[in-house]
């Protein structure tokens, strides 16, 4: 079994965001970003 997975667009991406809608901009504009404060005001 792959670990990725190919959203609508053709990019490939981690599985675990085919779980819910909302996972993949998630994953697109907030994963594996680093995190320089991590209070949102």
Same mark, same amino acid.
């Given at each position: 079994?792959? $670990? $990725?997975? /190919? ?8 599985? *675990?965001?085919? =779980? =819910? ?9 907030? *994963?594996?970003?680093? /995190? ?6």
């Amino acid at each position: 079994m792959s $670990t $990725t997975i /190919v959203g609508p667009d053709g990019k490939p991406r981690c599985r *675990w965001c085919d =779980a =819910a809608p909302g996972f993949l901009r998630y994953h697109d504009s907030e *994963w594996g970003f680093p /995190v320089s404060e991590d209070h949102l005001f």
